[in-house]
């Protein structure tokens, strides 16, 4: 399974950016999708989760910022970003399993820097 994100840039304190992740090669469905992100120093961070059937899961730093989306016909999985903030900034990664319990598969990661 390949996936492949897009859509981060540079971008002002209070403005937005949708990243999107498109995913490629998987013979079956990716039932949990997610985001990632890593600041320069700090760990990998979970974003945002979304699981077939159940309500999104936020991290409480983008909880009603941020809205994680998919869209299963395109195989996509979608990041909307909103009021960004520069501790937002991070490499990106969106990240994909086929059931809970089971190993991730990993995008390349989209580098978003906000501006104060």
């Known amino acids: 399974v390949q996936l492949q994100a897009s859509g981060g840039g540079l971008v002002q304190a209070g403005g937005s950016l949708t990243l999107a992740c498109v995913a490629s090669?998987?013979?079956?469905?990716?039932?949990?999708m997610a985001w990632y992100r890593q600041a320069p120093g700090k760990q990998r961070q979970l974003v945002a989760r979304?699981?077939?059937?159940?309500?999104?899961y936020y991290a409480d730093s983008v909880e009603g910022r941020f809205t994680i989306s998919r869209d299963n016909a395109k195989n996509a999985l979608y990041l909307q970003m909103s009021s960004l903030k520069p501790e937002d900034t991070a490499v990106y990664y969106c990240?994909?399993?086929?059931?809970?319990?089971?190993?991730?598969?990993w995008g390349q990661g989209t580098l978003v820097t906000v501006s104060s």
């Open positions: 090669g998987n013979r079956f469905s990716l039932n949990v």
């Open positions: 990240a994909a399993r086929h059931l809970v319990g089971m190993p991730f598969y």
């Open positions: 979304i699981i077939e059937g159940t309500r999104p």
